[in-house]
């Protein structure tokens, strides 16, 4: 089967057709108001996890182990203990790798279900509500419930009792999240400087080329719609904003240089049109381009 575009969010039992070897002890998945459940065992040890459209908790089995995260700007380690938890916030993308048994289940919840589950039982707005991630959190009532909900899968009246174990787990989470994370309250996300640098060298190495978010996105090491929320929270700008100031910067750099026509330093910036580029140079620096090449022109760097 072909791998999803992994640039947008995909629906987890896509994911599950195209993970690498698939052996898992129970493949078809089992239904919830809010989500559904499956387990793997023996998949590889290495796995690529693209940008899900359901948050994603996990429930370690089948011994202790330690596990990698790479991802979202940089590398996690974690010893694992037998039925310790992790917790994945929808859009996200990571590579994972597992030293020690392989098995796992996997429980995958909508997000809207969630917000507004957790917004109901702590008196909030559920556009207030976020995911909070962890990798290998200790929980034994988290994993006893997570247990309740694997358990007698496929008998005929499993959903009526699943749902409310369903739902007792996401709350005993959203009550904890004290460690790692935050359901509660919405998550500021902000990116390292390091990786706002790596954004900024490769908007400058493109810079007369059309950028899209996709780029960005995957430069920062991001889903897009982690990106956009990181970005502005990091830089103050919208990424289209942003990479707009850094075409007007250099154009400015060269308009100082030497003497080189403006037109064809907004061609080199990236601006299709003369127009779009004086409107553009005047919002962000209050002169227009000529106006600029007679106060700075010829100053060099």
Known sequence: MAVPDRRISVDPRLWRDWVSVPAANDYQPHFLAGGFLESFTDT?????????????????QRG????????????????????????????????????????????????????????????????????????GRPDPHAANLFGLLLDRRGEPDWALSADCYFDALLVRLAATSHWGGEFRQYRRMALSPHTISRVRDFVRSNIGVRISLTDLAEVA??????????????????????????????????IRAGNMPIAEAARLCGFTTHAHFSTQFRSITGTTPAEYRRRFGGMGE
């Open 64 to 135: 202790a182990k330690r596990v990698q995260r790479d991802g979202g700007g940089g590398q996690r380690i974690v010893d694992v203990e037998l039925n310790a938890t992790t917790t994945v916030e929808a859009g996200s993308v990571y590579r994972w790798r597992t030293e020690g048994p392989i098995g796992f289940a996997h429980l995958y919840v909508a997000p809207d279900y969630f917000s507004t589950l957790v917004a109901e039982t702590y008196g909030r707005a559920p556009s207030a509500v976020s995911f909070a991630e962890t990798i």
């Open 44 to 60: 590889n040890s290495a796995m690529y996890q693209p940008a899900l459209d359901h948050h994603l908790v996990v429930l370690h």
């Open 221 to 254: 090491g991001y889903s897009r719609f982690h990106f956009v929320r990181a970005f502005k929270e990091s830089t103050g700008l919208p990424p289209y904003a942003y990479v707009i100031r850094e075409r007007i910067a250099v154009a400015q750099e060269m």
